[in-house]
């Protein structure tokens, strides 16, 4: 009986996340990118001496045309395809953590979250501002939805992060 009711759950997400990323992509506009901007996998927030620190896997994020070429140049036997499958490619050639120091002022965008504990609640509203305190406590939030797994476009300014802008994955 659990694993029918595992399965019919896991069901369900699957066919409301397919919902979801079919139905928003419209809408959708890339995140510009300059070099004050630094695209990672955030794998941990942490405080130290009363200051927030980033722990990330800097990536290399790329969409639309960029994406097709260099996913031709480092992908072999992929058949047809002229291009990724969902548009967007990334390259983590080094797997190394970086630590970024935030702002206290830090300006948060994100894209999709768990806001309520429901998978209704996890509809996507594009670059919908939230506090640096409820960054925190959703992505330390891995129930419905592990934010850890989407990148960030992190803005640098004098070493310090102060903007966070969470990327779509299609």
Do not use: C
């Given at each position: 009986?659990?694993?029918?009711?595992?399965?019919?759950?896991?069901?369900?997400?699957?066919?409301?996340?397919?919902?979801?990323?079919?139905?928003?992509?419209?809408?959708?506009?890339?995140?510009p990118?300059?070099?004050?901007?630094?695209?990672?996998?955030?794998?941990?927030?942490?405080?130290?001496?009363?200051?927030?620190?980033?722990?990330?896997?800097?990536?290399?994020?790329?969409?639309?045309?960029?994406?097709?070429?260099?996913?031709?140049?480092?992908?072999?036997?992929?058949?047809?395809?002229?291009?990724p499958?969902?548009?967007?490619?990334?390259?983590?050639?080094?797997?190394?953590?970086?630590?970024?120091?935030?702002?206290?002022?830090?300006?948060?965008?994100?894209?999709?979250?768990?806001?309520?504990?429901?998978?209704?609640?996890?509809?996507?509203?594009?670059?919908?501002?939230?506090?640096?305190?409820k960054?925190?406590?959703?992505?330390?939030?891995?129930?419905?939805?592990?934010?850890?797994?989407?990148?960030?476009?992190?803005?640098?300014?004098?070493?310090?992060?102060?903007?966070?802008?969470?990327?779509?994955?299609?």
């Amino acid at each position: 009986m659990r694993k029918k009711s595992a399965l019919i759950m896991t069901i369900m997400m699957v066919v409301l996340l397919t919902f979801i990323t079919s139905a928003s992509a419209v809408g959708y506009e890339p995140v510009p990118v300059d070099k004050e901007t630094v695209t990672a996998y955030i794998s941990k927030l942490e405080h130290k001496d009363g200051q927030l620190f980033i722990q990330a896997d800097d990536i290399q994020w790329y969409e639309g045309e960029a994406a097709n070429k260099i996913f031709l140049e480092r992908e072999q036997d992929i058949g047809d395809l002229e291009g990724p499958p969902d548009g967007y490619y990334i390259v983590n050639d080094n797997e190394d953590l970086t630590t970024y120091k935030v702002s206290d002022n830090l300006e948060v965008l994100m894209q999709i979250y768990d806001r309520d504990g429901t998978y209704e609640g996890m509809d996507i509203n594009w670059n919908e501002p939230i506090s640096l305190d409820k960054f925190q406590e959703v992505f330390a939030n891995t129930e419905m939805m592990d934010l850890s797994q989407f990148p960030y476009h992190l803005t640098i300014q004098d070493g310090v992060v102060i903007r966070i802008v969470q990327q779509f994955i299609p």
